[in-house]
């Protein structure tokens, strides 16, 4: 009988548990429309920053592109926006 006691206790206990997480999450999850203003606001959506992340994928793409096409180990350059010509002092 202390045994099931003990059991039902412990159910009762995680029940409310999730019961009051699943209702704090409901209360913090933002509702559609406030998901949609978020959206808006995110900096990807700006497009200077799409122009700047855009040029920024290039300039990663050249610098993979040329580290295979020749030997010297381009993580060591200094400048990145220069091509070639050996590590520079």
Known sequence: ???????????AAL?????????LFALVTPGELR???M???????DPRRRDEAARTQQLVMA????????????AWRKNWMVSGGGRSA
């Open 35 to 37: 998901k949609q203003a």
């Open 15 to 23: 029940g409310a548990g999730a019961g009051l997480g699943s209702a």
């Open 63 to 74: 610098t993979l592109r040329e580290s295979v096409a020749t030997q010297e180990n381009v």
């Open 1 to 11: 009988m202390v045994l099931l006691r003990k059991a039902l206790v412990v159910v």
């Open 39 to 45: 959206l808006k606001e995110m900096p990807e959506q």
